[in-house]
């Protein structure tokens, strides 16, 4: 915001009365009582949702704030009976608890999702290229067109409804909403009000989650951004052998453009 650090504490401070780290901190608490609560997410994986990296990081901060530690307030605090609770564990159905860090916020997926919109040729060739298009509800032709996808699944994304567009770039929020997705994947850009369809936070309280294409929304992208949305879909999708093929195949086939241009002069471009 162009003030220094101590400006905009002190300014944050005199409007919500806590300073940045401790709302911060309040909102980490919030969601880890959500998460003991309601899910049979490990410490371990509940902690790394929320941003700690150590676990015991994570308790000795969860006691600091909450005065007990995470296993006594799940013990005391949690909404699964525990007559079902052998049967979440023995499930994996009903213990699928999946999370996704992804465009500054952490989603966990209990259930894998049913109705997905895509919002870009390359998010449909992602989805199509892990079996998941029976899943797809709709496409929006944005980010490139088909003859950037890989042949053998142009046919598939040409049969693929297409969601028509408004006087914007991109289709309405209203038009979207009355396909009723769970899920809708795509470029940042899509996830604007200003310049694609709406908020990213409009699109969750109408109960569609959201996964957007790392490399449109991180700084220095690199390949292994793509591969992390490949990994990230399939995790989501419950398809990790297939997200797992299709990168090996993707690097396997730039090593071979590499060894092809190493035979090449090196060009100057602008």
Do not use: W
Not at 46 to 59: C, E, M, R, T, V
Not at 126 to 138: E, F, M, N, S
Not at 201 to 213: D, L, R
């Amino acid at each position: 915001f162009g003030v220094s650090y101590k400006t905009i504490e002190r300014q944050f401070k005199a409007n919500s009365g806590l300073t940045p780290q401790q709302y911060v901190t309040d909102l980490r608490m919030n969601k880890a009582c959500e998460y003991l609560q309601e899910t049979t997410m490990n410490i371990e994986t509940i902690a790394l949702a929320l941003g700690y990296q150590d676990k015991f990081y994570f308790s000795r901060a969860f006691k600091k704030n909450l005065k007990t530690t995470p296993s006594e307030y799940r013990s005391t605090h949690t909404t699964i009976p525990k007559s079902s609770s052998s049967k979440l564990q023995l499930k994996r159905s009903d213990a699928r608890n999946i999370v996704i860090s992804n465009y500054n916020r952490v989603t966990v997926y209990r259930m894998i999702p049913k109705r997905i919109v895509c919002l870009s040729f390359f998010a449909a060739e992602v989805c199509v290229a892990l079996g998941l298009a029976d899943r797809i509800i709709g496409m929006v032709e944005t980010e490139g067109e088909i003859s950037d996808c890989k042949s053998e699944y142009r046919s598939i994304i040409e049969n693929l409804h297409k969601i028509p567009k408004s006087n914007k770039p991109m289709p309405a929020f209203d038009t979207i909403d009355a396909l009723l997705p769970d899920f809708v994947y795509g470029a940042s850009f899509s996830f604007l009000e200003q310049s694609g369809i709406a908020d990213a936070s409009e699109f969750e309280k109408h109960g569609m989650n959201i996964y957007v294409s790392k490399a449109t929304y991180s700084t220095l992208s690199t390949m292994h951004d793509v591969y992390e949305d490949i990994y990230n879909i399939g995790k989501i999708f419950d398809k990790t052998e297939q997200a797992r093929l299709i990168v090996k195949d993707m690097q396997c086939e730039l090593q071979m453009i590499k060894e092809k241009l190493s035979e090449t002069e090196s060009k100057r471009v602008f």
